[in-house]
C-alpha cells in the first residue's frame, strides 16, 4: 500500500509543475505591462527611472524561463509575491480567505449527503411509484436551476420577505453560512439523488441481491450491508469532484452572498488583474484536484478488492 501511494503521489509531481508552468507563462504573456498595471491600480505615478528599477527588483528584467525559475524557488518556499492592488503578501491574504472557504464546503457537502442518499435510495425503492415520480421531478428541476438563480430566489424569501438570514456577509455567524449552503446544495443533492438512484437500481438487479434474496436475507440488509457497499465507488468519486471544486472557491455564490472567500477572492483579482493572486490561486486549485484524486485512488484502493488483487497480480 505504501508502494501504491509513494508511486501515484511522484506521478503528480509533473502535473504540478506543467500547471505552474502554464499559469505562469500564460499569466506573463499579455499585452498590459505589469508595471503600468500595479502603477494604475495604487493611483501612483512613477517616472521611467523608477519603473526601471522596479523591474529589475522584480527580476522582469530576465528571461521568461529564469523568471519561472526565481517565482517557482519563492513560491516552495512560501513567498507568492506581493498583491498589486493591496501590496500585502499574496500567501498570508490567500490564507486568511481560506477558511470561509471550507467553512462552506464542509456545511453545503454535509447537507447535500444528508439530501441525496436518502431520497436516491428511496427513489430506487420505490421505482415508478408515487415517491419516485415526485423526487425524479424535484431533482429534474433543481439541477436545472442556475446557481445565481437559486441564491436570489433564496434571498428574496428567506431575507427580504421573511427577514430571518442575513442577505451578505459571514459576520452574523451561522447564521451567514445558510443562504449560500442552501444554495450549493441545491444543485448538487440534485445531481447526486439522480445518480445514486440510477446506482443503486443497477445494484438491485445484480445476480447476488436475487441470491441474498433466494437465501431469505432481508431487504434491508440487502439494501444498507450489500447494494450501499457495492455503490460507494461512484458515490465516492462524486464527493471527490464536488470537494475539489468547492474547495476551490464557487466565485457566483460567494461573489453574490459577498463570502468572504476563495472564490471571491479570485473573482476580485481578475477583475483588477491582481496577477500574482490570480496565479495564487490556479497554484491552489492544482493542488487541490491532485490532492483529491490522490485520496479517491486510495479509498479505491481501499473499497474495491478487484483494484488491490489486479495490482498485486501486475
Known amino acids: 500500500m505504501k508502494n501504491y501511494i509513494a508511486k501515484r503521489f511522484l506521478q503528480l509531481i509533473p502535473i504540478l509543475l506543467g500547471i505552474t508552468l502554464l499559469s505562469f507563462l500564460l499569466t506573463n504573456s499579455g ?69 470561509a472557504t471550507v467553512y462552506l464546503t464542509i456545511t453545503s457537502i454535509l447537507l447535500t449527503v444528508v439530501i441525496s442518499i436518502p431520497l436516491g435510495i428511496l427513489s430506487a425503492v420505490r421505482r415508478n411509484k408515487i415517491a419516485d415520480y415526485l423526487i425524479r421531478f424535484l431533482s429534474f428541476i433543481g439541477n436545472s436551476l442556475p446557481n445565481f438563480f437559486v441564491s436570489l ?12 438570514l442575513p442577505v451578505m456577509g459571514n459576520s452574523a455567524g451561522w447564521k451567514s453560512v445558510i443562504l449560500p449552503t442552501m444554495t450549493l446544495a441545491l444543485s448538487m443533492a440534485s445531481k447526486y439523488t439522480r445518480q445514486v438512484r440510477a446506482v443503486v437500481l443497477e445494484e438491485l438487479g445484480k445476480d447476488y441481491v436475487q441470491g441474498a434474496r433466494a437465501r431469505g436475507v432481508g431487504e434491508k440488509r440487502i439494501l444498507y450491508f450489500s447494494v450501499l457497499k457495492s455503490s460507494m465507488l461512484t458515490l ?79
Open 31 to 99: 499585452a498590459s505591462d505589469v508595471i503600468s498595471l500595479m502603477e494604475a491600480n495604487t493611483g501612483r505615478v512613477m517616472s521611467e527611472e523608477e519603473k526601471s528599477r522596479l523591474r529589475a527588483d522584480l527580476g522582469l528584467d530576465k528571461p521568461i524561463v529564469q523568471q519561472y525559475v526565481v517565482w517557482l524557488g519563492k513560491v516552495l518556499t512560501g513567498d507568492m509575491g506581493k498583491s498589486f492592488v493591496s501590496g500585502k503578501p499574496v500567501f498570508s491574504t490567500f490564507l486568511s480567505k481560506l477558511p
Open 153 to 164: 430566489l433564496l434571498i428574496y424569501f428567506f431575507s427580504l420577505k421573511l427577514n430571518l
Open 236 to 314: 465516492v468519486t462524486l464527493l471527490a469532484l464536488s470537494i475539489g471544486s468547492l474547495l476551490g472557491g464557487t466565485a457566483i455564490v460567494e461573489s453574490i452572498f459577498m463570502w468572504d472567500g476563495v472564490g471571491k477572492m479570485a473573482v476580485d483579482a481578475i477583475t483588477m488583474r491582481d496577477y500574482p493572486v490570480i496565479q495564487a490561486y490556479v497554484i491552489w486549485m492544482a493542488v487541490i484536484y491532485v490532492c483529491v484524486n490522490l485520496v479517491t485512488d486510495i479509498l479505491y484502493h481501499y473499497l474495491d478488492p478487484r483494484i488491490r488483487l489486479g495490482q498485486e497480480g501486475a
